[in-house]
């Protein structure tokens, strides 16, 4: 009886911290407040089962401090939940350079320097997930031949009439229109990509002709953005 005469005083106390606006106090609206109590109450629930037989009070006294203990990482992680998932995502840009750390509103994506010193990138063309490299230097979006395969493209089909400089010297390629590039959430359509022959390329590159469509991209020390 006891503790449901407390947990009474603690809704009444919960529903005057709604109508004052008391969450603004740890960075939290008043609809953000509401939210939080039914988890508050269902906490406060479970600990009654905890009080709810005899106890010694140094053991109530712990009990209470571990549950004081709860409700203030869950109101101190909600009210720091973007800048928390801001770390997790630098965190994941070491761990997988390649992947993209995307920003809270979709407008950025940033990448971290591979250890052989490139921008390796995870991009998706035509929906299927490829590594490409960061070139400025290539005019174009340029798939290897492998690649090209991989997202459903008839190699076998091709011309291959364009001279281009590739890392193993002069090759040939085919000019092709990608109906569509993605980036973290930077999503582009209809670009021009040139599809190397068999052994000419490594690993594709992700050229000027996507790179151009950006409101910009920049690298500074070990971190490349682009923003949309």
């Given at each position: 009886m006891l503790f449901i005469g407390i947990a009474l005083l603690i809704a009444v106390g919960l529903a005057l911290v709604i109508t004052v606006d008391a969450g603004s106090l740890v960075g939290l609206s008043q609809e953000q407040t509401g939210q939080i109590i039914p988890l508050l109450l269902i906490l406060i629930l479970v600990a009654g089962g905890a009080f709810s037989r005899r106890i010694k009070l140094s053991e109530m006294i712990t009990n209470i401090l571990l549950w004081v203990g709860v409700f203030a990482v869950i109101i101190i992680?909600?009210?720091?939940?973007?800048?928390?998932?801001?770390?997790?995502?630098?965190?994941?840009?070491?761990?997988?350079?390649?992947?993209?750390?995307?920003?809270?509103?979709?407008?950025?994506?940033?990448?971290?320097?591979?250890?052989?010193?490139?921008?390796?990138?995870?991009?998706?063309?035509?929906?299927?997930?490829?590594?490409?490299?960061?070139?400025?230097?290539?005019?174009?979006?340029?798939?290897?031949?492998?690649?090209?395969?991989?997202?459903?493209?008839?190699?076998?089909?091709?011309?291959?009439?364009?001279?281009?400089?590739?890392?193993?010297?002069?090759?040939?390629?085919?000019?092709?229109?990608?109906?569509?590039?993605?980036?973290?959430?930077?999503?582009?359509?209809?670009?021009?990509?040139?599809?190397?022959?068999?052994?000419?390329?490594?690993?594709?590159?992700?050229?000027?002709?996507?790179?151009?469509t950006l409101s910009s991209y920049s690298v500074t020390g070990d971190k490349l953005e682009f923003v949309n």
């Open positions: 992680g909600y009210s720091y939940r973007f800048e928390i998932s801001s770390i997790a995502n630098r965190v994941m840009g070491e761990v997988s350079p390649q992947s993209a750390n995307v920003s809270s509103d979709g407008s950025s994506a940033s990448f971290r320097r591979s250890r052989n010193g490139s921008f390796l990138l995870n991009v998706r063309v035509e929906n299927v997930k490829l590594k490409m490299i960061f070139d400025t230097g290539a005019s174009v979006v340029v798939l290897s031949h492998e690649d090209a395969k991989s997202i459903g493209i008839k190699v076998n089909n091709l011309t291959y009439d364009v001279r281009v400089q590739t890392a193993n010297g002069i090759s040939m390629a085919s000019t092709v229109v990608l109906n569509d590039i993605a980036v973290g959430d930077i999503e582009r359509q209809n670009i021009k990509a040139f599809i190397a022959k068999e052994d000419a390329l490594n690993t594709s590159l992700l050229g000027m002709s996507f790179l151009q």
